[in-house]
Structures are given as C-alpha cells and as structure tokens.
C-alpha cells in the first residue's frame, strides 16, 4: 500500500490561509490524491482530489509538483470551523481499492 | 438519496456475543468499505467488496465477516465481541473509476464491548 506521511497537527487563527503538505513518495503512475476532512464523531467528507499540477474547488485548493512524491493541500481564510482532522490519500500500488487513512494532520483553528 | 446509512448507531455488547452492523447505500455504488476508528487514531480498513458476491480483507479482517449479497448492503458481522472490538464504525462506498478514491461515509456505528 502507498503510504502517507502528513504532520500530526497544527495550529492557525482565523482568517490566515493553512497549507498541509503530505509525502506519497511510492505514488503508483495512475494513482489520485485525494483528501479527506473528517470532524468528531462523523464519517470523514471528500475535500479535493487531483492528479497533477494544480486543482481548486469552492473548499480547497491541491497543489501537486511534477514529481507527484507531494501534495499540498491549501485552505484560503480558515474560519473556527474548519477546526477538524485532514487525511491524505493515494491509490496503493497494485491498483486496488484499498486505501490506508493513516493519522491524519490535526488542525486547530484558535479566534 | 440518502448516501451511506448504518445501524444501529450505539450498540453496547458483553464479551462473546455476536452481532451484526448494517450498512446500506443508495448511490448503485460497486465498492464498498467497513473501516474501524479507535480513539485518536485514523481509520483502519476491515474488509471492502468490490461488487455483489466479491469481498476481500483489508488491513484489520480478524474477529469480523462480511457478505454482499445485494449492490446495496454489506453488512459486517462481529463474532464473539472482544473488548479489542470497541471502536467506531464506518462504512462507505465509491464509485468504480479505480484511479478515484472519493468515499462516501456513513454517520458511524458507536460500538462498546464490556
């Protein structure tokens, strides 16, 4: 399976833009990325998928380099709730659906 | 449409008793997943199914058997509860585009064996 490596939590304030990158280094050729926002007590919700360069939807943006080994997932103006666990996600090697969540990166939106 | 629905949503067991988590969808999604989520943690993959009639084991099989005899259901059954089984619960399902991972989850089921 292709594993993920994601920073275990960070803090911001309300309003600044928030940056998450995760490493995919054994990403398989036509593997996705795909994140994930999941809040306490609730089933984790797509936030974005992409393949390369660059996607942007109303939530997010994906910012993905040519060598795909990275992601970053980018959120414009965080408000409070936007306080909740963000997973990064990449298709495993053998093109099976199986995928590994990992521990996700643990965001904290302070006032 | 109601997306990925579970029941029950609380269940309390006593050790070795057995149950069944239902899981039903109503997107003609051809995958589906059981994943467990411990306190803390990210989620762990208990079995998928790829279609009616196929299942496969995920990261975390042992203790759980699933069926998917049906599109729609894939229910997951725990035999002989264990304390190691607390956990919550979730299932989800995805459309077949194999290089798309967009899940879609249910609300959980919240399960404590004592």
């Known amino acids: 399976l292709a594993k993920t490596t994601q920073p275990i939590s960070m803090d911001s304030y309300e309003g600044q833009e928030v940056n998450i990158t995760c490493s995919h280094n054994?990403?398989?050729?036509?593997?996705?990325i795909t994140w994930y926002q999941q809040f306490p007590s609730q089933g984790p919700r797509f936030i974005i998928q992409?393949?390369?360069t660059k996607v942007t939807n109303e939530v997010a943006s994906l910012f993905i380099p040519a060598d795909r080994k990275s992601s970053t997932l980018s959120l414009p103006r965080v408000s409070l709730s936007d306080t909740a666990v963000y997973y990064c996600l990449v298709g495993d090697e053998e093109g099976r659906r199986a995928l590994t969540f990992g521990s996700g990166t643990r965001l904290q939106v302070q006032p | 449409n109601a997306g990925v629905t579970q029941t029950p949503k609380f269940r309390i067991l006593k050790i070795g008793q057995s149950m069944t988590l239902q899981c039903t969808q109503d997107?003609?999604?051809?995958?589906m997943y059981w994943y467990r989520q411990d306190p803390g943690m990210g989620l762990k993959l208990i079995y998928y199914?790829?279609?009616?009639?196929?299942?496969d084991k995920g990261e975390v099989p042992n203790g759980y058997n699933v069926s998917r005899s049906t599109t729609e259901d894939f229910p997951l059954r725990l035999e002989l509860a264990a304390p190691s089984q607390t956990s919550v619960y979730f299932c989800?399902?995805?459309?077949?585009?194999?290089?798309?991972?967009?899940?879609?989850f249910g609300p959980g089921t919240r399960l404590t064996v004592t």
């Open positions: 997107m003609n999604h051809n995958y």
């Open positions: 992409g393949y390369k």
């Open positions: 199914s790829v279609g009616a009639g196929i299942t």
């Open positions: 989800a399902s995805s459309s077949p585009d194999l290089q798309k991972h967009e899940q879609y």
């Open positions: 054994n990403i398989a050729t036509n593997d996705y």
